[in-house]
């Protein structure tokens, strides 16, 4: 009986976990504190709206294990309607784009001048193009409240991700970016290797700290060039610029037969930075919300 619940418990782990995934974590999966975080949340599911859908909550792990070249860690899910799908800093198609990743695309712009700001937030094909893991380290929330499902045991399990992770890769290295002190937390916890691995920090790319230090940082070249160094192909950044995720993609044939763009004109840049600044006008109260909680401590502010 005590076996048939704790399968019930893990179904969705069995069903959803990426490639590689299930097996390398199923110690983790099988400890006490798991089911005691499952249970939790089973409770909360009766009471509360929870994000991402059930279905979404490991869409990280669609990138296998072996294919991962970098890491970049966020806190908890999205909280608003529609937001979270399962990529940290990541947000479904349609929905706008939220503060902190406006952010992470400005300053792929700093680093790539002909990278163009796309209209949406999703991370998708970037991550799976380029091998890269956007984990939260809590996985899950409570409608409209940020941080309601922090120390209930999701930060131990994604610390074990970063450790298999890790393990994983100790002979080539991965690149972790270290954005803000939760982050920090995450990989010192996980006790990553500085020697075997790389590991960009700053502060995060919320509108409440990046003029502080996460601008001009150089991350995304540095992450591109030192993973090349050790896999022979780097992390193509521009696959998320406007130019390849909003628009088809041409056959060979038909590419060949169009000139490269030229430069952007003055009217270009011009019409971008006004897009730029409507949507940082049209913040919701909840999205900011969220982002100012990202850059505190989520344990000195919950006492559940």
Not at 205 to 218: C, E, I, K, Q
């Amino acid at each position: 009986m005590e076996n048939s619940k704790s399968d019930d418990l893990l179904a969705l782990e069995y069903n959803c976990l990426g490639p590689g995934w299930y097996y390398a974590l199923q110690k983790e999966l099988k400890s006490p504190s798991f089911k005691k975080l499952k249970e939790f949340l089973r409770e909360e599911e009766k009471k509360y709206t929870i994000y991402p859908p059930k279905e979404q909550i490991y869409s990280w792990s669609r990138s296998p294990i072996d294919d991962i070249r970098c890491c970049i860690i966020g806190q908890d899910p999205y909280h608003g309607e529609g937001q979270a799908h399962g990529l940290a800093f990541s947000v479904k198609h349609g929905v706008r784009v939220p503060p902190s990743l406006l952010n992470i695309y400005k300053e792929l712009k700093i680093e790539y001048p002909d990278f163009q700001i796309p209209k949406h937030g999703n991370l998708e094909r970037l991550c799976l193009e380029n091998g890269i893991l956007l984990l939260n380290s809590t996985l899950t929330v409570r409608k409209d409240t940020a941080g309601s499902h922090g120390n209930k045991g999701w930060e131990q399990f994604t610390t074990r991700v970063l450790q298999v992770l890790a393990e994983r890769h100790a002979e080539k290295g991965i690149v972790f970016f270290c954005w803000g002190n939760w982050a920090k937390k995450m990989l010192d916890g996980a006790k990553i290797d500085k020697k075997k691995h790389l590991i960009l920090s700053s502060t995060h790319p919320s509108p409440l700290s990046a003029s502080r230090g996460f601008f001009n940082t150089g991350h995304f070249k540095k992450a591109d060039a030192w993973v090349k160094e050790r896999y022979g192909k780097g992390i193509d950044w521009m696959v998320q610029s406007a130019d390849r995720v909003d628009k088809p993609k041409l056959e060979e044939k038909e590419a060949e037969n169009i000139d490269k763009p030229s430069k952007k004109t003055k009217v270009d840049e011009k019409v971008e930075e006004t897009v730029r600044e409507d949507k940082e006008d049209e913040k919701s109260d909840a999205v900011i919300e969220k982002d100012a909680i990202e850059e505190k401590d989520v344990q000195s502010m919950k006492s559940n």
